[in-house]
């Protein structure tokens, strides 16, 4: 969902003082009752639910031996992260998840829970809480099975920080998905020229284009970080019919599914000199 996380870069971790920018939060708070308006400035991410859950679910499937007629996602614990009004962690509890929406506007959470209320099978299975995710790492160190991020990468201020963050909050061998806009000519004209200033489709001001992250520097950032990124698959919303589609080029929008490195690989990872260690060895043995 559209999210607005902010990493400061010293302490990265800390869950003392919170680093979401105020300026973003203050734009989406004017928006959180209309979440769940079909119509309305949300239209987009509504019908995108019509691709992104599929994908996740089908891609969960073909990775587990267990099947759960009608609760296909039964026994799984999912971090919706920057959840919005909820959009995406419903259709995930629906399918049998239970799901842990996070949001830093209290009004996001507010609209969430409201929403989530009128069904009796989504108040057991969700929880919202407002939060950004640096502030829940201490607590939640390797606890989910998934985590999704949609629309969020493209608002956070320090994506490596919100990478480790997801890395130790995901259990190892978890998934993490991700969707988001890539950062070319193409996306700035159709993105935040069309999108936003002539059609109106997402409200004015909700994308910055330096932000945009080319998927080759997210998978860069992803395999650097203990993750095996898996799918990279381009997106395509037609204004006209309201509706999302896959397509091979991720010019525009994209998903990735990446898998966090089992512990005993991490610990490999971590644990073996980098070729950096040694040749910093030498220079200080020389220098000895």
């Not at 493209?154 to 061998?173: G, M, N, R, W, Y």
């Amino acid at each position: 969902q559209l999210s607005l996380f902010r990493f400061t870069v010293k302490r990265p971790f800390s869950t003392s003082h919170s680093s979401v920018d105020s300026k973003e939060m203050k734009k989406f708070q004017l928006l959180a009752h209309k979440w769940w308006d079909e119509e309305g400035e949300y239209a987009a991410l509504h019908s995108m639910n019509d691709i992104r859950v599929p994908f996740i679910r089908d891609t969960l499937l073909s990775m587990s031996s267990n099947y759960h007629p009608g609760n296909p996602l039964s026994g799984i614990k999912i971090l919706d992260v920057g959840c919005g009004g909820g959009l995406l962690s419903e259709p995930l509890g629906r399918l049998g998840a239970s799901v842990t929406g996070i949001d830093p506007v209290e009004d996001n959470v507010r609209t969430a829970d409201r929403h989530k209320s009128f069904d009796p099978v989504l108040a057991k299975r969700i929880q919202y809480k407002s939060s950004s995710l640096e502030e829940i790492v201490e607590e939640s160190m390797e606890t989910f099975d998934v985590i999704v991020a949609s629309e969020v990468v493209e608002h956070v201020a320090d994506l490596e920080t919100f990478i480790k963050c997801c890395s130790q909050v995901l259990k190892p061998e978890g998934s993490l998905f991700i969707t988001t806009i890539n950062k070319t000519q193409l996306s700035y004209v159709l993105g935040i020229v069309v999108a936003e200033k002539i059609m109106g489709i997402v409200p004015e001001g909700t994308h910055e284009w330096e932000k945009f992250v080319p998927p080759e520097e997210l998978e860069r950032l992803l395999e650097s970080n203990g993750f095996s990124v898996r799918t990279v698959n381009g997106m395509l919303y037609n204004p006209l019919s309201g509706s999302w589609g896959w397509m091979e080029s991720t010019s525009l929008n994209y998903a990735v599914h990446a898998v966090k490195s089992a512990a005993r690989a991490q610990s490999h990872a971590t644990d073996a000199p980098s070729e950096t260690d040694f040749q910093q060895r030498s220079a200080t043995a020389g220098t000895a």
